[in-house]
């Protein structure tokens, strides 16, 4: 995988992620169910894309590659810390 691939891997797992919010909150009858959703996504998903990735990365962009994959993390931030309210 290149760097190229890599942004273009990122860019459709971020935009999978921030579509699956409307989704959960549409297909969810209860709140606890939207949070589970959420955390499915933040704690599973993710970290299994972030080591597919890169183990598929070429040796020498690993370095490279770890930084441009907290970007999904990075977009999802704001969306933990809002249900951090709501679990309150």
Same mark, same amino acid.
């Given at each position: 995988m290149? =760097?190229?691939s890599l942004w273009v891997a990122v860019l459709i797992f971020s935009i999978l992620e921030l579509f699956a =919010? *409307? %989704?959960l909150l549409v297909g969810a009858d209860q709140l606890y169910q939207t949070i589970d959703g959420v955390l499915i996504i933040a704690f599973i998903i993710y970290p299994l894309f972030y080591l597919f990735s890169l183990l598929l990365l070429k040796r020498g962009n690993r370095? %490279?590659?770890a930084v441009i994959l !907290? =970007? *999904?993390l !990075? !977009?999802?931030l *704001? %969306? !933990?810390m809002v249900l951090q309210e709501l679990i309150r």
């Open positions: 290149t =760097i190229r =919010i *409307p %989704v370095k %490279v590659g !907290l =970007i *999904p !990075l !977009l999802y *704001p %969306v !933990l």
